[in-house]
């Protein structure tokens, strides 16, 4: 059976490729087979930045996105550990009760100290420390945590902040338990949630079981989770078709094996939620030049991008996902005069060439640099097309690819001349964007941008409630990003979410590739 492609990307939050069956209830039993494209460098959800959202099933939040809204906001947020929160009068005091009777999987109890000692952990207040803490920038705010009793706690923060329940909800935003130092969480880690580790074996595979003692009767549904690592997308794709996985992400090229050997399978075309984006470490010369770093940006011919990665299937936009998925995107007539956005890609090469003449390079006479990228195909691929359109205005790129346990240490540590990364929209909110990817000495501002004004802009668009108000800072915002060439984005992708048919209570979510994981209540209808 063929499947059939969209006639424009973004036309729809989710195209489905082929249609499920007839509601049944739920099943019990089977484990549900799934791939990662590479070992994650430990299990601790708080501390790493990839391919642990597959411990989201381990852990619970305080609240959460619910698992079947495929777009997330604020008002898809549901209680999880807590069993509601509010508000007080200024907005600066956000208030959980917590669920009583829970214990973590070692069998202590959960109560408001737990909650205490994760985010005085993201924090840096606790004696124990985590090895990196790539979030620690979406609690600037945070003043502290307290608890009121055992059974409540109360986030204190400096100003007001309606997103700060978003951060919340994220899947990176699990608890995790006092009396498990971060040492023991990396390798062995315990939870609440609905599974448990039965074996991790780096670059082989991840295990979760059946949590039996779950809080929530009746789930999960599955005996567990089987996570094989793959690293080549092509074996990947066979394992998929012989039935060997029964869920699997893929590129839109590959859709076309699928749909000529597993005509049965049922696909839909998504955001992947992340964006490709140029990172250039502008403390290194020539890099500490701004109009060498505008020139860069303006050689970008984003739509090249799309048509060869996704074969049409793909986003243009800024710093924040772009509509109509993402809550927060400009519209077209906005972002095409953002500088470097304007879609005759011609006209901004002249500029950048122009540029580098004036910076003393031309022909006969290229800037020569080494661009790094992760050993991913997610990466690797596009940053093959980079390589090429840099070419265009002067400037002659070799490819330097990193181990993926060694990828973000790289960059934090500003490791690296050019780069091409990819930045997770791990909460659809400015917030998340903003601080974590160019506030001031945030972790994962691998750039090392720092603009003060800026910074007091991103805290200006934070407190406002008024949505339409802030949409237009946020845009401002994002002019002068773009203006600065401070982490220039080339595109959004889009990619496939394909499962076999007997895979039932899944959703696709179309704004972020990290909250959907928790799959207590996925089953098999076998």
């Known amino acids: 059976m063929k499947l059939p492609l969209p006639a424009a990307a973004g036309t729809a939050l989710l195209v489905a490729l082929s249609v499920a069956g007839p509601a049944f209830a739920q099943k019990s039993g089977g484990t549900l087979h799934m791939e990662l494209r590479d070992s994650p460098p430990s299990l601790s959800i708080l501390e790493e930045s990839d391919f642990v959202q597959s411990m989201m099933g381990m852990f619970n939040n305080l609240v959460m996105y619910d698992q079947h809204v495929p777009q997330n906001s604020l008002a898809s947020i549901v209680p999880d550990l807590a069993t509601g929160w509010s ?10 009760p917590l669920r009583q009777g829970i214990k ?53 923060l400096k100003r007001p902040q309606p997103a700060f329940l978003a951060l919340l909800a994220s899947g990176w935003s699990a608890v995790y338990p006092c009396h498990a130092p971060p040492t023991e969480m990396r390798q062995h880690p315990i939870g609440t949630g ?19 003692d779950y809080w929530k009767p009746g789930r999960p549904y599955l005996d567990g989770i089987e996570f094989t690592i793959i690293r080549e997308a092509s074996t990947a794709n066979l394992a998929f078709i012989a039935g060997k996985l029964d ?19 049922i696909c839909e075309i998504a955001p992947g939620g992340f964006s490709r984006n140029l990172i250039v470490n502008r403390d290194s010369p020539p890099f500490d030049n701004a109009n060498l770093r505008r020139a ?5 011919d984003r739509k090249a991008f799309i048509d060869i990665m996704g074969q049409g299937q793909g986003d243009v936009g800024g710093a924040v996902q772009p509509l109509p998925e993402g809550l927060w995107g400009m519209p077209p007539e906005v972002l095409h005069k953002l500088p470097g956005y304007d879609p005759d890609v011609q006209n901004n090469r002249a500029a950048a060439r122009q540029i580098m003449q004036e910076l003393g390079y031309g022909p006969g006479k290229p800037l020569a640099i080494k661009l ?26 070799e490819l330097d690819v990193i181990d993926t346990t060694r990828w973000f240490p790289k960059v934090m540590r500003k490791d690296y001349m050019v780069g091409l990364n990819a930045t997770a929209a791990g909460v659809d909110d400015p917030d998340q964007q903003f601080y974590e990817n160019y506030v001031c000495g945030s972790p994962r501002n691998f750039t090392g941008y720092c603009n003060p004004e800026l910074d007091r802009l991103f805290d200006g668009q934070s407190i406002e409630t008024d949505q339409g108000k802030r949409k237009k800072l946020v845009w401002q915002i994002e002019r002068k990003l773009a203006d600065d060439a401070a982490r220039p984005i080339i595109y959004w992708g889009r990619g496939a979410r394909c499962r076999q048919p007997y895979v039932k209570g899944m959703t696709v979510m179309v704004n972020s590739s990290f909250n959907g994981w928790r799959m207590e209540d996925v089953w098999l209808d076998k």
């Open 87 to 96: 508000w007080n009068e200024d907005g600066t005091e956000l208030t959980f």
């Open 104 to 156: 973590w999987h070692d069998g202590k109890p959960f109560t408001a100290g737990d909650v205490k000692c994760t985010w005085d952990l993201l924090t840096g207040k606790a004696s124990e420390k985590l090895r990196l803490d790539p979030r620690r920038a979406w609690y600037r705010n945070l003043e502290e945590v307290t608890k009121n009793g055992d059974y409540e706690v109360t986030f204190h």
């Open 194 to 212: 609905p599974f448990k580790l039965g074996a991790f074996k780096p670059n082989e595979r991840i295990a979760l079981i059946r949590n039996r």
């Open 247 to 265: 869920w699997r992400g893929m590129g839109i090229p590959q859709l076309k094996d699928v749909a000529s050997q597993a005509p049965q399978v």
């Open 296 to 300: 860069m940006a303006l050689s970008l």
């Open 372 to 397: 790094a990228t992760r050993n991913d195909p997610l990466y690797r691929n596009p940053a093959v097309i980079l390589i090429d359109q840099l070419k265009e205005v002067g400037i002659e790129a």
